[in-house]
């Protein structure tokens, strides 16, 4: 009788351990292959599918003594394949999506993390309250966001979605299964969240939520003058006037050419909209033109979708680009934007630069590398490439990347990032140390989502 494959013997194995399902169906591995940048493509050895925490536990427990690769997604939005892995088992997180009720009086929500940002809105909205921070893309899952940033229109004011984070249940890299917050486990904690599934698996989260004003007030402000755009970018992104600010920069033709216009979307919260005075809220701001003023309830304003696409289209791919600027460097960074990337990229499928400033002191979680001045813009640059121009456009992005970190800027982990050991040195600074000492720590062989951060992890201990 010939013996069983490794690939046989692996099906069985998880069979074993875990309740939820367990495939190794060609066509299913083929879609776990890539995720939403469709750039890196890797094929696992299996998908689990886990019906409860204990699963997920189980998985891991399994490869960590087989030393196999472990990889977790659930919308698989990110852009450089952190969520994916050669030959070893993807955890797809998407069926626990489970959201404890919400009751007017709370103030944290419970979910697991596969629940979709939508349906927590949804949820909370009901009663009165919202989540502090939501991104421009609802569909993208608890766990996906919690593992890589969640910033978002409010976040001036709130930081991240990660700072907003109150307590954990982690899966280690042994298996473990470990409560967190910032009092218990707190080097666990503080790296899980923004660690990109690096040091531990999510199973659930406990979040804050905060009661909201009935009515939000956007004002649409359009500019033609590259530097009063920056310095009113400024002056909303470090006061308090605004509770929410999308700011774009777009592309037009004119008779020479392209110009780029820039456009303020700031929102106020109110009880009573007849009571904001307009005049000395914009009063200062030195816009080209007022577009609108849009009152509506704030219910709604939150679930809004702000994302153009929500899924790749066939051909394409996205080296979508995100990076914290310090502000000295904001407008020379943009101007150097303008000069690499070609128009074209920025004006189909996904849109304009994204800009949010915001004041350094929003952020708190560790693993959230930010510049050092006390001011800081994000920038998402979004291209969309074909094919046959992907690895002239890579060049670009690469290039633009390294100038923002010369320029004192971090990157956000959750989008495109290629970088070699000394990129992510730099990327980490004075906490590449710790950073290192988690990982062995928590994760001592290595198994999870690797292929992403090169650590310095140095000999592995036996299993």
Known sequence: ??????????????????????TQAPEVLERYSQDFGRIVQRTPAAVVLPRHAEDVAQVVRYAHAQSIPVSSRAIGHSMRGQTLNEHGIVIDMRELRRIEPITPDA??????????????????????LAPPVLTGYPYTSVGGTHSACGWGI???????????????????????????????????????????GQFGLMTEVRHRLRRYQPIVRTYVLEYDDLTAYIEDNRTLGAGEVADYLDCALHQKPDGQGIRWTGTIRASVETTDPSRIDDQRLLAGLRFNRHVSTLDEPTSTFLMQDSTPVKNPLPGEAYPWMVTFLPWSRFQPFLEMCFRRVPPTALGGTHGPIHVWPALRKVARIPTLQLPQEEMMALISICPTAASSSLPIMMAVMSKLSDASMEAGGRR????????????????????????????????????????????????????
Request: charged share 20%; proline share 6%.
């Open 1 to 22: 009788m010939m013996p069983e494959t490794p690939r046989a013997s692996l099906l069985k194995d998880l069979q074993r351990v875990v309740e939820g399902e367990v």
């Open 107 to 128: 103030q944290t929500f419970v979910s697991q993390p596969g629940a979709l940002w939508r349906e927590v809105a949804e949820a909370s909205t009901a009663q009165g």
């Open 154 to 196: 409010s976040s001036s004011r709130y930081g991240a979605q990660i700072d907003n984070c109150v307590e954990l249940e982690v899966v280690t890299g042994t298996g473990e299964r470990v409560r967190c917050s910032r009092d218990q486990e707190p080097d666990l904690f503080n790296h899980v969240l923004g660690g990109m």
């Open 412 to 463: 956000h982990l959750g989008t495109w990032v290629h970088f070699d050991q000394v990129r992510w040195k730099m990327h980490f600074g004075d906490a590449w140390t710790t950073v290192n000492r988690i990982k062995r720590t928590y994760d001592p062989l290595g198994i999870l989502n690797p292929g992403f951060i090169e650590f310095e992890l140095g000999a592995a201990p036996s299993p």
